[in-house]
């Protein structure tokens, strides 16, 4: 960690047990003062910045919920052809709603020209500063304010937008996704972003408690068992190419994950609703299986290949 | 005067005040009519005339002016330019650069706005920003619109403003159109306009916080503000304008300029390109012995409702052409205007609205419009508001 003092000051007005909060004071013990962050619409932008107060201890401008990529391109721009660049880099923020639906043109725009900088999606999988409506990111079978759970519905019927792999295939020079329950992992992966030049992704999966329906210290716990599960693998990119994943040991059953939260809590009340847990088991099965996440018991992959 | 005169398309002539501005970033996205503008600019990049500026091809015109404010958030003079639809996708963009009070400055080739398509010119694109906190200048010709591009940093930058600045110019008639265009000499621009220091910038050094979240205990000062600095604007642009014509030569008129309206009964209102006609038809009429004037709005925000005032208090009948019309209402200058002069003017003022979409208004037909204003102050029954050359035959029946 770079900073000893803490650049994202305490005192916002976030919820307890927020994960995006915590993902913005991690990120910021990381890059140091010399940095700039551009952000969108969103909670973050909400909690943080009520005039006259600032979290931040580090310039910061909010863009529009659409455009942090392209105000942060822009930022970039400007240090450069003034002569500022120096070493001050440059960060969009975005939640999922601002980063995979009504700004994802701005984000491929600024992917795709090469802007050297960072874009960071903390992932709480709907939009939560409007009150827990579906986004491109909201999972399958998510009960949210605008796919509420019913007697003709469990919920969001459509499967969670792939974002990264839509970013790799931007060819940009790195894509990585991790979740704040990871603090290591997030810390590693922002530094190794932040050390590259060009255009950099990085997707964290951060909880909202409310939205998800949990207890405040139940935050971290949640968001572990989502990456035990193979419900939200971590994973980099690197030119284009998945370089490294986050394997996972004794792989746990995503009904584990799905019943500690209230979003999902209808699969367990209505009738059909094992079904469906079978499948996002399935999902989470696929990811384990396109990423290989699976850690094999080495004593029986010792067996299996003496016979 | 060391510059040079040149016959050159009006999309170049504000390309060459662009370069002599030196802009660090220019964003650019294409719309008709104002492709000219930034294609000229990319060449001159291409050819190393404008170095250290930043040229970004953006995604769209939203990307184009999310650039700029980034950009000039980061303490680098911005350029881009745009028309019509591209105006109407930057809407949201051009309040939050203005609310920042970041004086970016864009060229807009005044275009009709969409449905029915039209590509031609008119002024509903930049009428239908007209609240977002920008200054509106208009140009009647080349000069003037290069000219202006000038001004409008000076104005823009200065520390008692601090507003984005917005130049139009008619798409076509004047983007492009071949008209001699004085250049500029380069000291002269740098002497004229100094390089951008903003009050504040995104610096690691020295931190800050732009564009919080307001409540309602301070949102309404916020804007109040913007209202004060647009108002201090007027003084600031006749400044401005003064000192360009000091060291150019050339005087564009400040917030407005008055033609032969000495002794006029009865005056043509108007902004953008149509002047110049309007300037023709005075001088017939003026031969036929007509007292009729000409008043060109040359700062439609801030609104010189002093100024107007002033030049009008001795106009029988203001008759006021707008290209643009506040639908449900009139033409958005015509109703600007009733409101500037009411209750201090006795003159009655009359509403034209003409060459929307491209359609050419002639000499004829300003004549006939001050024909009107004669006709009103003979006492004659003439509606308050009319669509000049409206063609009643293509209309369906019961239109």
Redesign the interface.
């Known amino acids: 960690m770079a900073a000893l003092e803490d650049l994202f000051a305490s005192g916002h007005r976030a919820c307890a047990g927020c994960g995006c909060a915590l993902t913005l004071k991690t990120l910021l013990r990381v890059t140091g003062?010399?940095?700039?962050i551009?952000q969108a619409t969103g909670c973050m932008?909400?909690i943080s910045?009520?005039?006259?107060e600032?979290a931040?201890?580090?310039?910061?401008?909010?863009?529009?919920f659409?455009?942090a990529a392209?105000?942060?391109?822009?930022?970039?721009?400007?240090?450069?052809?003034?002569?500022?660049k120096n070493d001050?880099k440059v960060i969009a923020i975005g939640g999922d709603g601002a980063t995979f639906d009504i700004g994802f043109?701005?984000l491929?725009?600024?992917m795709?020209?090469g802007h050297d900088i960072l874009y960071l999606c903390y992932d709480n999988e709907a939009y939560m500063n409007t009150g827990i409506q579906r986004s491109g990111s909201t999972p399958y079978d998510a009960s949210t304010t605008t796919t509420p759970a019913g007697k003709l519905s469990f919920g969001n019927q459509r499967p969670k937008k792939n974002l990264p792999a839509i970013m790799a295939a931007h060819g940009v020079p790195y894509v990585a996704v991790t979740s704040i329950a990871y603090p290591a992992d997030f810390t590693k992966k922002v530094r190794k972003a932040l050390s590259i030049e060009g255009p950099k992704y990085i997707q964290v999966h951060a909880t909202c408690t409310p939205g998800w329906g949990i207890d405040s210290a139940m935050s971290l716990e949640v968001l572990r068992l989502a990456v035990e599960t193979a419900m939200y693998p971590l994973f980099e990119y690197e030119n284009g190419q998945i370089t490294s994943v986050h394997k996972i040991k004794d792989r746990k059953p995503v009904r584990e994950y799905l019943e500690k939260q209230k979003r999902f809590a209808h699969l367990f009340k209505m009738p059909g609703g094992d079904k469906e847990i079978e499948k996002i088991q399935r999902i989470a099965d696929l990811n384990a299986e396109h990423f290989g996440l699976d850690v094999k018991p080495k004593g029986k992959e010792a067996a299996a290949g003496k016979q | 005067m060391a510059a040079k005169m040149k016959v050159i398309e009006g999309s170049m002539a504000v390309a060459e005040a662009v370069k002599a501005c030196r802009p660090a970033v220019v964003s650019a996205y294409p719309i008709t009519p104002q492709t000219h503008i930034v294609e000229d600019i990319s060449q001159m990049i291409a050819d190393g005339e404008m170095q250290n500026c930043e040229y970004v091809r953006t995604e769209s015109e939203f990307g184009a002016a999310s650039m700029i404010q980034g950009a000039e958030a980061a303490g680098a003079r911005s350029f881009s330019a745009t028309s019509s639809q591209g105006a109407v996708l930057m809407y949201e963009v051009l309040f939050s650069i203005a609310g920042m009070r970041l004086p970016c400055v864009i060229a807009m080739a005044n275009r009709s706005v969409s449905s029915p398509l039209s590509i031609w010119n008119d002024h509903q694109d930049a009428i239908s920003a007209r609240d977002n906190g920008w200054i509106q200048l208009w140009a009647e010709d080349s000069q003037e619109a290069a000219d202006m591009i000038i001004q409008a940093y000076r104005i823009g930058e200065d520390h008692r403003v601090l507003l984005p600045v917005m130049v139009n110019l008619d798409g076509f008639i004047i983007t492009h159109t071949y008209e001699p265009v004085e250049l500029y000499d380069q000291k002269m621009v740098d002497e004229f306009l100094p390089p951008y220091s903003p009050v504040y910038a995104l610096d690691p050094k020295n931190p800050v916080t732009m564009g919080s979240l307001a409540q309602p205990e301070v949102y309404t000062e916020a804007r109040y503000m913007i209202h004060q600095a647009q108002l201090k604007a007027k003084e600031v642009i006749e400044e401005v304008a003064l000192e360009f014509k000091k060291k150019f030569g050339r005087y564009g008129g400040g917030l407005i300029d008055a033609y032969r309206m000495e002794d006029a009964e009865v005056a043509l209102i108007a902004m953008g390109s149509i002047i110049g006609t309007m300037k023709d038809a005075v001088d017939e009429m003026r031969a036929e012995g007509m007292p009729v004037g000409v008043v060109k709005v040359r700062s439609y925000r801030p609104f010189p409702a002093e100024a107007l005032r002033a030049a009008l208090k001795d106009v029988k009948c203001a008759c006021v052409i707008d290209r643009d019309i506040s639908m449900g209402m009139e033409g958005a200058l015509f109703t600007d205007l009733k409101a500037a002069l009411y209750g201090k003017s006795k003159a009655d003022i009359l509403g034209f609205i003409a060459g929307m979409g491209g359609r050419d208004i002639t000499i004829d037909d300003f004549k006939g419009m001050a024909r009107k204003g004669f006709a009103r102050i003979r006492g004659e029954k003439v509606t308050d508001m009319e669509w000049c050359k409206l063609d009643t035959d293509i209309l369906p029946e019961g239109s």
């Open positions: 003062p010399n940095v700039i551009a932008e909400v910045t009520p005039y006259p600032s931040w201890k580090v310039p910061w401008i909010h863009s529009l659409e455009n392209p105000v942060a391109a822009g930022i970039e721009a400007g240090l450069r052809a003034t002569g500022r001050t043109g701005h491929s725009g600024v795709e020209r």
